[in-house]
């Protein structure tokens, strides 16, 4: 579709429906691809919920109805010819449209159907049913537009058919996650709410790990506030235990977890003993092959190494992920950055680890988490590299150095290994790339899908400008391609002009020349007919003699005597030698009226009786 085109469906839109922000409205007109009746239907339907496309042709309707929005404006003056909205009589209201809500909260999808008559807190009535949350602690995610509260009439949002939104609670306990006991014990439920450290002492290596969880976190089913843990820190140590089959040829290896609390003293039997599985206390599978590098030492080609890289994740975490792209650095800029300003998206780049304690946890429950991996999906491109060995390590610094300066380089060496894995949001602007966060792997699911919300916020104003930018420079260009066509277009009409006299200048010539060689040649003919003509007999000549009189065209006479005995071939010659040649003209006696070219030129003028006188007349052939 043309840019003038849209422009002219932009301004019969915003002028139809009262939309005053031109970002809303062409968002609205996407969503419709560009139909302005679907469009309009969408925003301001009529009462039988059609807007007949005889309004838009201009036809009138015989009980056109009008929604509020259609009063008349200033700002709409200029397409009232076009609007079917216009009213020329009082306003009927419009009947409510009904709006469809797919809500998603953790592992769950909600449908909600209301009418646009409703309020943003009629969706969390819904939803604290459908959800067993209180609307104190929901926080409703995903509108266009930014200030909306619970008070908000859905009308006036201008939405759309058919909605995403999300639902966040980051001060709420997940539901499902309490113990039997809690709801026997205020002090439990209290126990809830905070959080617990956990220092894990890893005795065969000699190195502490502190680790911070709410107290709804769970090992296996049973939550940390129910296992007896202190608050507000706890101390555990982990070592290898040998297998309980010690005949087997290959034994097998797996983690020993003891409490120690740090008030009493008092060692916990194995936690095996409360139902907790060594590998669901630290998001890992502790038993088993060796796992995989997930990417090969010292990588040359970055594409290869994020094939394996990719495989690796979904062997160990699933096919739920991000789609990591396949490419360079560089190349993940290019299609980030590069292209027009309103295909642009944010860089996240995720940077793995395995020797960090937090690394299962982050890519098995946020990572992977539905809602993390559509919002990411849907707004970034995502690019991904392992920092377990040193050589890769060292060439992601090196890389990081040449595009986002030493300083973010320096920044992200200081990281320790306990604190990976890392997630950079990176924004493209005009001269630089900018990092805007660095999330760590330390965080839960709500506070990962605000801090990402929060950057396409901050993304989305930086995208408006550029767009904006490269419109007014399209223009630009756009006008100048448009006078350059102009000029080059005035250019080629000169010259085809120029060659048109030209032509026309030499085929006159030509067409004179020809003429003028015809000319000469019927008077070379004529001049010959003329010599080769038998002398004119007398009038007393004793032979018979036919004299005939002819009339041209013109109206002019000219006589001749012919003997009787003359060939009609002899009359055809002269009446050519004059000028008017057999092929051209006809030659037609009086009375009675015969056409004396049509006869035998062989026979004699006594035979076709044209003797002792005769007038004819010459006629031009059609």
Not at 89 to 111: A, I, K, T
Request: contains cysteine; negative net charge; charged residues 25%.
């Amino acid at each position: 579709m043309a840019a003038m085109d849209r422009e002219m469906i932009l301004a019969d839109f915003q002028a139809c429906t009262g939309i005053e922000n031109i970002d809303e409205a062409i968002t609205l007109l996407e969503q419709n691809n560009w139909d302005l009746v679907a469009a309009i239907n969408g925003i301001i339907p009529q009462e039988n919920g059609i807007l007949q496309s005889e309004f838009v042709r201009g036809e009138a309707s015989q009980d056109p109805v009008y929604g509020p929005t259609s009063q008349p404006s200033s700002s709409s003056s200029t397409s009232s010819a076009f609007c079917p909205l216009v009213p020329s009589r009082p306003v009927v209201e419009r009947q409510p449209r009904m709006l469809n809500f797919r809500v998603e909260y953790r592992d769950r999808n909600v449908e909600v159907v209301v009418e646009d008559t409703n309020t943003v807190g009629a969706i969390k009535q819904i939803l604290e049913n459908e959800l067993q949350l209180p609307i104190s602690q929901m926080q409703l995610k995903g509108w266009k537009s930014t200030d909306v509260s619970d008070s908000t009439i859905l009308r006036s949002l201008h939405l759309p058919k058919n909605n995403s939104l999300y639902v966040l609670t980051p001060d709420i306990v997940q539901p499902g996650s309490e113990g039997p006991a809690t709801s026997q014990s205020g002090a439990l439920q209290e126990s809830l709410n905070q959080n617990f450290m956990l220092i894990i002492t890893h005795r065969e290596a000699q190195r502490d790990y502190s680790l911070n969880f709410p107290g709804t976190k769970t090992v296996q089913e049973v939550t940390l506030a129910a296992v007896g843990l202190n608050y507000p820190c706890h101390r555990l140590t982990v070592s290898k235990r040998p297998s309980p089959t010690q005949t087997r040829e290959h034994s097998e290896e797996c983690t020993d977890v003891h409490m120690v609390s740090d008030s009493e003293g008092d060692d916990f039997e194995d936690a095996t003993e409360f139902g907790v599985d060594d590998g669901e206390l630290f998001g890992m599978v502790s038993s088993g092959p060796k796992k995989s590098a997930m990417m090969p030492d010292d990588a040359e080609n970055e594409g290869d190494a994020l094939l394996q890289f990719t495989a690796e994740f979904s062997s160990r975490y699933g096919d739920c992920h991000p789609v990591f792209f396949i490419g360079s650095l560089e190349a993940a800029f290019q299609e980030a950055f590069y292209g027009k300003a309103r295909d642009r998206k944010l860089l996240a780049i995720y940077l793995h680890h395995d020797d960090s304690v937090l690394t299962n946890v982050f890519c098995s429950q946020l990572l992977c988490a539905e809602s993390i991996v559509s919002y990411l999906s849907q707004n970034f491109i995502t690019w991904a590299w392992d920092m377990t060995r040193e050589s890769n390590r060292a060439r992601f610094l090196s890389m990081c150095t040449r595009h986002f300066g030493s300083v973010v380089a320096q920044t992200i060496r200081t990281y320790k290994t306990d604190q990976f894995p890392l997630l950079l949001i990176i924004m493209g602007k005009r001269s630089s790339n900018e990092v805007l966060n660095v999330i760590q792997g330390n965080t839960t699911v709500d506070d990962l899908m605000m801090r990402l919300m929060n950057a396409m916020e901050i993304f989305t104003a930086q995208q408006q400008e550029d767009i904006k930018d490269e419109d007014e420079r399209e223009a630009r260009e756009r006008v100048k391609r448009e006078q350059d066509e102009a000029y080059r277009v005035s250019l080629e009409a000169d010259r085809a002009k120029r060659e048109a006299q030209e032509r026309e200048m030499a085929e006159q010539e030509r067409q004179e020349q020809i003429k003028k060689e015809q000319e000469e040649e019927r008077e070379a003919i004529r001049l010959s007919l003329e010599q080769s003509l038998p002398p004119e007999p007398r009038e007393e000549s004793i032979e018979l003699v036919s004299k005939l009189r002819i009339r041209t065209p013109r109206g002019e006479f000219f006589e001749r005597r012919f003997l009787a005995s003359n060939r009609l071939q002899v009359v055809f010659d002269f009446v050519a030698s004059k000028g008017f040649p057999r092929d051209e003209y006809k030659l037609l006696s009086t009375f009675p009226r015969r056409d004396v070219s049509q006869f035998d030129p062989t026979e004699t003028l006594m035979e076709v009786k044209l003797y002792p006188q005769e007038t004819l007349f010459l006629e031009a052939k059609e």
